[in-house]
């Protein structure tokens, strides 16, 4: 599983910061500092801060970019090569464009020129072609040169506009010109800090020990209920009555994709029928499969946080979603509140190649506010945040992790208490038992103050549209549904049902539910695993 965040490359077996690997000034040793002709010209329209090779290569190492001493050249670490669209380090066998000298250039419309070049509400395209404003940067091309979707993220002529509080009222819309402002305008004493786990991926017994040890019985919010989770789950290898079962107690449950197709571009560019499939695919899978029936899947978080643009939120529009939780902000403090999609984002798209959404949509952001990976914030120098508790790669020991946790808890606690998030995938707790007890320690520590509430995502959200203070929170209704459950699970023998699909030739694999077996696995065409027919 890959992790991109600018500067650095996080994979699962390996941590690689751009300041290790060798980036040197091609120029002798004891050289004046001056710009060549010869660099001056392979500059010459260059972007500032894009590696390019200085020719196709086997090794495909080493890349070159511009700046005002010369150039800077750059060799990625043994074992990896350059890609060159990405512009990262990564493994030999991701890459195929070694032969490529540079990053493809794609034609952008003209919306700014010395004199207009179009009449009325319409925009030119990169050739000079005129268009109606409303077309560029609707997911389709319209320009015959494409320009039209080309510079939407950061230059979208249609994009939402900046927050109006006069406009944005709750509890349909939230915002704030920058996105720390707390609901109601209340005070930061007077209302709960809320904290927000949650887990990503299959549900099964490679990680329900982790959630029992995490969720065990007693553990409670000061109004007496028991403290809860957002589960955002994957189809491939989750277990279904175990779902059921974390429904059932209380936890919210969310859709993480039917495939978790590992090819970023995969997300990034999809269409809105593909997200459809996907989400809400998965959704009707877990509905199903875990007998969930009061229409409480309604979270989304894209596969890799690759967030799909347009396309992902106005399908999530389409299918009835409520929120996705996919976009990360950069560490700041005081961190940032969820928000709707009705105006634009109070922060920029953060993220190295991300296609954030631009236009109006009528769907809630929980941010994913990124973490301070420091062990002293007071003392150490800065580090870039991480989003996933995973990508903090320089947490290693059971100490570091605990003030890791207080260090994050006090920022957002001491500041406007905007909801802490803390977003794992639990092997990362299974393989390091003992952040596994410095988190329960932790959580146990926080319960003993009053004020504290671990609760769903979805709970945040009733909280925000009805800002109610901490004198009251104790009674809050919302907060007060399927408070403690008890007793025993729907069924403690599922049915473990081996299953094909013509989706997935050549595969067999078990879907365990306490429901009735389906005729087929159920995937991306056949959700349901009934609409395609066999004969025996």
């Given at each position: 599983?890959?992790?991109?965040?600018?500067?650095?490359?996080?994979?699962?077996?390996?941590?690689?910061?751009?300041?290790?690997?060798?980036?040197?000034?091609?120029?002798?040793?004891?050289?004046?500092?001056?710009?060549?002709?010869?660099?001056?010209?392979?500059?010459?329209?260059?972007?500032?801060?894009e590696?390019f090779?200085?020719?196709?290569?086997?090794?495909?190492?080493?890349?070159?970019?511009?700046?005002?001493?010369?150039?800077?050249?750059?060799?990625?670490?043994?074992?990896?090569?350059?890609?060159?669209?990405?512009?990262?380090?990564?493994?030999?066998?991701?890459?195929?464009?070694?032969?490529?000298?540079?990053?493809?250039?794609?034609?952008?419309?003209?919306?700014?020129?010395?004199?207009?070049?179009?009449?009325?509400?319409?925009?030119?395209?990169?050739?000079?072609?005129?268009?109606?404003?409303?077309?560029?940067?609707?997911?389709?091309?319209?320009?015959?040169?494409?320009?039209?979707?080309?510079?939407?993220?950061?230059?979208?002529?249609?994009?939402?506009?900046?927050?109006?509080?006069?406009q944005?009222?709750?509890?349909?819309?939230?915002?704030?010109?920058?996105g720390?402002?707390?609901?109601?305008?209340?005070?930061?004493?007077?209302?709960?800090?809320?904290?927000?786990?949650?887990?990503?991926?299959?549900?099964?017994?490679?990680?329900?020990?982790?959630?029992?040890d995490?969720?065990?019985?007693?553990?409670?919010?000061?109004?007496?209920?028991?403290?809860?989770?957002?589960?955002?789950?994957?189809?491939?290898?989750?277990?279904?009555?175990?779902?059921?079962?974390?429904?059932?107690?209380?936890?919210?449950?969310?859709?993480?994709?039917?495939?978790?197709?590992?090819?970023?571009?995969?997300?990034?560019?999809?269409?809105?029928?593909?997200?459809?499939?996907?989400?809400?695919?998965?959704r009707?899978?877990?509905?199903?499969?875990?007998?969930?029936t009061?229409?409480?899947?309604?979270?989304?978080?894209?596969?890799?946080?690759?967030?799909?643009?347009?396309?992902?939120?106005?399908?999530?529009?389409?299918?009835?979603?409520?929120y996705?939780?996919?976009?990360?902000a950069?560490?700041?403090?005081?961190?940032?509140?969820?928000?709707?999609?009705?105006?634009?984002?109070?922060?920029?798209?953060?993220?190295?190649?991300?296609?954030?959404?631009?236009?109006?949509?009528?769907?809630?952001?929980?941010?994913?506010?990124?973490?301070?990976?420091?062990?002293?914030?007071?003392?150490?120098?800065?580090?870039?945040?991480?989003?996933?508790?995973?990508?903090?790669?320089?947490?290693?020991?059971?100490?570091?992790?605990?003030?890791?946790?207080?260090?994050?808890?006090?920022?957002?606690?001491?500041?406007?208490?905007?909801?802490?998030?803390?977003?794992?995938?639990?092997?990362?707790?299974?393989?390091?038992?003992?952040?596994?007890?410095?988190?329960?320690?932790?959580?146990d520590?926080?319960?003993?103050?009053?004020?504290?509430?671990?609760?769903t995502?979805?709970?945040?959200?009733?909280?925000?549209?009805?800002?109610?203070?901490?004198?009251?929170?104790?009674?809050?209704?919302?907060?007060?549904?399927?408070?403690?459950?008890?007793g025993?699970?729907?069924?403690?023998?599922?049915?473990?049902?081996?299953?094909?699909?013509?989706?997935?030739?050549?595969?067999?694999?078990?879907?365990?539910?306490?429901?009735?077996?389906?005729?087929?696995?159920?995937w991306?065409?056949?959700?349901?695993?009934?609409?395609?027919?066999?004969?025996?």
């Amino acid at each position: 599983m890959i992790y991109w965040i600018p500067g650095v490359c996080l994979l699962t077996s390996l941590i690689i910061n751009v300041s290790t690997v060798s980036i040197v000034k091609r120029q002798s040793e004891g050289a004046p500092l001056r710009i060549s002709q010869y660099d001056a010209d392979l500059c010459k329209g260059r972007l500032p801060g894009e590696y390019f090779r200085l020719s196709p290569e086997e090794e495909c190492r080493d890349v070159v970019r511009c700046s005002t001493q010369g150039l800077l050249a750059l060799r990625c670490p043994s074992g990896l090569v350059f890609d060159i669209e990405s512009q990262t380090c990564n493994w030999r066998d991701e890459v195929n464009n070694c032969e490529q000298v540079e990053k493809k250039r794609l034609a952008t419309p003209l919306y700014s020129t010395n004199e207009p070049i179009c009449s009325g509400d319409k925009l030119a395209c990169g050739n000079g072609d005129c268009m109606e404003r409303e077309l560029f940067c609707n997911g389709i091309p319209d320009c015959s040169d494409e320009s039209d979707e080309n510079a939407c993220t950061e230059h979208d002529p249609n994009r939402a506009p900046l927050c109006d509080q006069s406009q944005c009222v709750l509890p349909d819309c939230f915002c704030s010109p920058d996105g720390t402002q707390i609901p109601g305008k209340l005070e930061p004493n007077n209302i709960p800090q809320m904290v927000t786990i949650t887990f990503d991926d299959a549900v099964n017994v490679n990680n329900l020990a982790v959630y029992h040890d995490i969720f065990k019985e007693g553990r409670n919010n000061p109004n007496g209920c028991s403290v809860k989770a957002t589960f955002f789950v994957s189809h491939k290898y989750t277990n279904y009555s175990a779902v059921q079962e974390l429904h059932r107690k209380g936890h919210e449950i969310a859709s993480h994709s039917i495939t978790h197709r590992n090819n970023e571009k995969y997300w990034t560019n999809a269409d809105i029928d593909i997200w459809a499939k996907e989400m809400a695919g998965s959704r009707l899978i877990v509905e199903r499969f875990a007998n969930i029936t009061d229409n409480s899947v309604v979270g989304v978080r894209a596969p890799y946080l690759r967030v799909g643009g347009n396309n992902q939120f106005s399908m999530m529009e389409e299918q009835a979603f409520l929120y996705d939780s996919s976009i990360t902000a950069p560490l700041s403090n005081p961190p940032l509140w969820p928000y709707t999609l009705y105006f634009s984002m109070p922060h920029k798209c953060h993220g190295n190649g991300q296609h954030c959404p631009t236009r109006s949509h009528a769907v809630w952001e929980m941010v994913m506010n990124e973490l301070d990976r420091r062990d002293d914030p007071d003392f150490d120098e800065e580090l870039a945040g991480c989003a996933m508790v995973d990508t903090c790669s320089n947490i290693i020991t059971r100490d570091q992790f605990y003030n890791f946790l207080n260090n994050n808890l006090k920022r957002h606690y001491n500041t406007n208490r905007a909801p802490l998030g803390l977003y794992f995938h639990a092997g990362f707790l299974k393989l390091n038992s003992k952040f596994l007890e410095a988190l329960i320690t932790w959580i146990d520590e926080s319960l003993e103050k009053n004020d504290i509430y671990f609760v769903t995502m979805t709970q945040v959200l009733q909280w925000m549209q009805k800002p109610t203070e901490l004198s009251s929170v104790r009674d809050f209704a919302p907060w007060k549904e399927k408070c403690d459950i008890k007793g025993q699970a729907y069924c403690s023998i599922p049915n473990a049902c081996p299953l094909t699909t013509r989706e997935l030739p050549g595969e067999t694999n078990r879907l365990h539910t306490c429901m009735e077996c389906p005729q087929n696995y159920p995937w991306l065409e056949d959700p349901t695993g009934d609409f395609f027919a066999f004969k025996k």
